[in-house]
């Protein structure tokens, strides 16, 4: 398995082991649990949290096949299609983009608050057991701190992906990964590496 976390200049990342380590283990729990990956940002980190999301829900790094069982149960309500749902359907880790549901989050903004675009979805689709992912080059993001707390709510486990200082969002994570930069650009250049290293580690784990 590739190791992004070190393939950036000067393996300025490797102090992040311990914590990526931890978040991937405890995504790793999670999905052995039936649990489910929520993931937020804003900007550029919205942009991350879609990134992320389709690397857990298709095949990232390794093939995903069904099984015969899968197929035949396909075969046995798919008619012709069958044969190209059997071969093309892959296995997902369950995770979803809380910055793609454009009605659900304008009309938060517009009827209830607009910090509360995230939050909103966090108490309407978490469960205990679920990971948040959230996503702050700050750290200081008012509707990502929202998010986490209403997570936290819920008996979610928080795993935050920020800056070098990780802003008020490290006292609410329970994993909090922080880079070494105060540049906005360097950290999401940063936090790249990370995020691929986890999806291709908790793949490896379960379709290797």
């Known amino acids: 398995m590739t190791n992004y ?12 082991d ?5 978040a991937i283990a405890a995504l790793i729990t999670c999905y052995e649990r039936n649990g489910k990956l929520l993931v937020c ?10 990134h992320i999301v389709g690397e857990m829900m298709k095949g990232f790094c390794l093939p995903r096949c069904l099984s015969d069982t899968d197929k035949a149960q396909l075969a046995s309500v798919a008619g012709d299609d069958a044969k190209l749902l059997g071969t093309k359907l892959q296995y997902g ?16 903004a517009n009827d209830q ?21 959230a996503i702050s080059t700050s750290g200081n993001s008012q509707n ?6 209403t997570a936290r709510a819920k008996n979610m486990l ?20 922080t880079v070494p930069s ?14 691929h290293h986890i999806c291709a580690s908790v793949e490896a784990h379960f379709f290797a």
């Open 158 to 177: 928080v795993i935050g992906l920020t800056g070098l200082t990780g802003g008020k969002l490290v006292g609410l994570c329970d994993i909090a990964i």
């Open 41 to 50: 940002g804003n900007g550029g980190s919205a942009a991350d949290a879609e």
């Open 113 to 133: 608050d607009g910090q509360l675009i995230f939050a909103q979805q966090v108490w309407g689709l978490g469960q205990a057991g679920d990971i948040l992912l």
């Open 18 to 22: 311990a914590q990526v380590a931890h």
């Open 182 to 195: 105060n540049n906005v650009a360097q950290i999401q250049e940063m936090h790249l590496p990370i995020y």
């Open 93 to 108: 880790l369950a995770a979803l983009s809380l910055v793609s549901h454009s009605a659900l989050m304008t009309a938060t």
């Open 144 to 149: 990502i701190l929202l998010a986490a707390k």
């Open 5 to 16: 976390l070190h393939q950036t200049p000067n393996s300025r990342l490797a102090g992040c």
